[in-house]
């Protein structure tokens, strides 16, 4: 049995229409201007490769924001703080759409195997809501969006060509805010966890934290070059992503008294 691809649908008409008011500006961006012989083949097809998987991670965090927003709304979080989650999950659908076209300029995406049913992030089982909110803030906004803004900010700076950028750029300023959200919420509900609860999202943040480290560990290779003018990054950002680790997200969570192991962390941002 073939295992089912990661595609997407678009409806058009009202229904674009009302996305673009609510986040308008991505028609501007300079469409048709990417001449790809000025890259050389092989980076062409691996911006491809980041970009078709860029389109999968926005969706995921779409997702991911959906089942943060229903959880927060089972353990009654703050409103306005409920009301920005649901938002942000606008955003991640936003970015979607300008993360796929800008695959479709670089010659259309690439194949990814996945089922759509196993998209929303999974929680401990019979964990209350209050835990289950703090699990997908910590794993999706404390350490997921932590990380993507120093890699994003790695590849704008790289990026030459204005379309690239300013597809960066837009994703970029949105990143910022979706990484503050957990902060902000886990300093509403850390109080009302237990030791136990704590100390639970502190291994949960690290096992993250590692499912990531290929990110700034797996050495690039001739077969896989960083399309640095393209979307990609480079040591520099791997240096970024690694100094994220401590300063970005272990700092942050002790302040909320979910302390990640030290040694734990040390290793993990290794180089
Ligand atoms: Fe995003
Ligand atoms: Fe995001």
């Known amino acids: 049995?073939?295992?089912?691809?990661?595609?997407?649908?678009?409806?058009?008409?009202?229904?674009?229409?009302?996305?673009?008011?609510?986040?308008?500006?991505?028609?501007?961006?300079?469409?048709?201007?990417l001449d790809l012989a000025r890259f050389p083949a092989h980076h062409g097809v691996e911006a491809r490769r980041i970009w078709s998987n860029g389109v999968f991670t926005e969706y995921a965090s779409a997702a991911a924001f959906?089942?943060?927003?229903?959880?927060?709304?089972?353990?009654?979080?703050?409103?306005?703080?409920?009301?920005?989650?649901?938002?942000?999950?606008?955003?991640?659908?936003?970015?979607?759409?300008?993360?796929?076209r800008l695959t479709m300029e670089l010659g259309g995406g690439v194949p990814i195997a996945f089922d759509l049913a196993e998209i929303a992030p999974l929680t401990s089982p019979g964990a209350?809501?209050?835990?289950?909110?703090?699990?997908?803030?910590?794993?999706?906004?404390?350490?997921?969006?932590?990380?993507?803004?120093?890699?994003?900010a790695r590849s704008r700076a790289l990026a030459e060509h204005p379309l690239v950028r300013g597809v960066l750029s837009r994703l970029l300023a949105d990143e910022g805010p979706h990484a503050q959200l957990g902060d902000w919420f886990l300093a509403w509900a850390a109080p009302q966890l237990i030791g136990a609860e704590r100390a639970g999202l502190a291994v949960l943040a690290a096992d993250t934290i590692e499912v990531y480290a290929p990110l700034w560990r797996d050495a690039a290779c001739d077969a896989c070059p960083i399309p640095r003018g393209l979307g990609g990054h480079d040591d520099v950002g791997r240096a970024a992503l690694r100094a994220t680790i401590e300063r970005g997200i272990a700092v942050p969570l002790a302040r909320h008294g979910i302390a990640l192991d030290a040694?734990?962390?040390?290793?993990?941002?290794?180089?």
């Open 1 to 33: 049995m073939t295992s089912p691809l990661f595609e997407l649908g678009w409806r058009g008409g009202a229904t674009e229409a009302r996305l673009h008011r609510r986040r308008p500006g991505g028609d501007a961006l300079p469409w048709g201007t």
């Open 66 to 100: 959906s089942a943060l927003t229903t959880a927060m709304l089972e353990c009654g979080a703050p409103v306005d703080l409920v009301a920005m989650s649901a938002d942000i999950v606008v955003d991640e659908l936003f970015h979607v759409e300008l993360c796929s």
């Open 128 to 152: 209350r809501p209050l835990l289950r909110a703090a699990e997908i803030a910590v794993t999706t906004s404390c350490v997921s969006e932590a990380l993507s803004v120093p890699a994003m």
């Open 263 to 271: 040694a734990r962390v040390a290793a993990l941002a290794a180089a």
